[in-house]
């Protein structure tokens, strides 16, 4: 059954007292902040001459780097995809500062439902975690992103009791050698 979300009739669904709302920053409040979009909250927050703006913006930066400049600031996180999570975790460790330690991240499936240019943002991403000495793990269908890879475990041969083998082990270019692969046969179309 679908989420039944009422409109609260006291504030008009802004979760704000109007006293809350009559406080504005450059024109605007609370309510209008938590209503733009990342990709709107750096620009406006760019605009402004204080320091502290450019703070926050530079804050919100890898939101829009792991391609969540469409995400709203106030947006519930239960309405966030799996991979949009998984994207706002990356995006809060690059945001963090520089750490000696080195972590392992595993990402299943974090492309379900980029666009493209927001794949190549996400690698980006992959790549400044591998830059800085952690290492990536992702579990993934998508072409553009396992073309990428520095190493590829395939399994299969097929789902369920069909599957659960190794496949291959190796480099891309090692996968697309193999004959009767299903994998192999999807990367060789977009290697070509």
Not at 28 to 44: P, R
Not at 114 to 119: K, T
């Amino acid at each position: 059954m679908a989420d039944v979300q009422m409109v609260c009739e006291s504030c008009g669904g802004t979760r704000f007292k109007p006293d809350i709302l009559e406080v504005k920053y450059q024109g605007k409040n609370i309510n209008d902040v938590l209503n733009m979009s990342v990709e709107e909250a750096i620009n406006f927050f760019m605009a402004q001459k204080e320091p502290i703006s450019h703070r926050i913006a530079d804050k919100l930066q890898p939101l829009a780097s792991v391609g969540l400049s469409y995400v709203k600031l106030g947006q519930s996180s239960s309405t966030l995809s799996g991979g949009e999570s998984q994207r706002v975790k990356l995006a809060s460790f690059l945001g963090k500062e520089s750490s000696s330690d080195s972590t392992l991240f595993i990402f299943d499936e974090p492309t379900t439902g980029l666009h493209f240019h927001d794949i190549k943002k996400l690698m980006d991403s992959f790549n400044a975690l591998i830059t800085k000495g952690h290492s990536v793990i992702v579990v993934e269908h998508n072409m553009d992103i396992v073309k990428c890879a520095d190493w590829i475990i395939d399994l299969g041969p097929e789902g369920g009791d069909a599957g659960g083998y190794v496949n291959f082990e190796g480099r891309p270019e090692g996968l697309i050698e193999m004959e009767h692969n299903y994998t192999a046969k999807a990367l060789r179309m977009k290697m070509q």
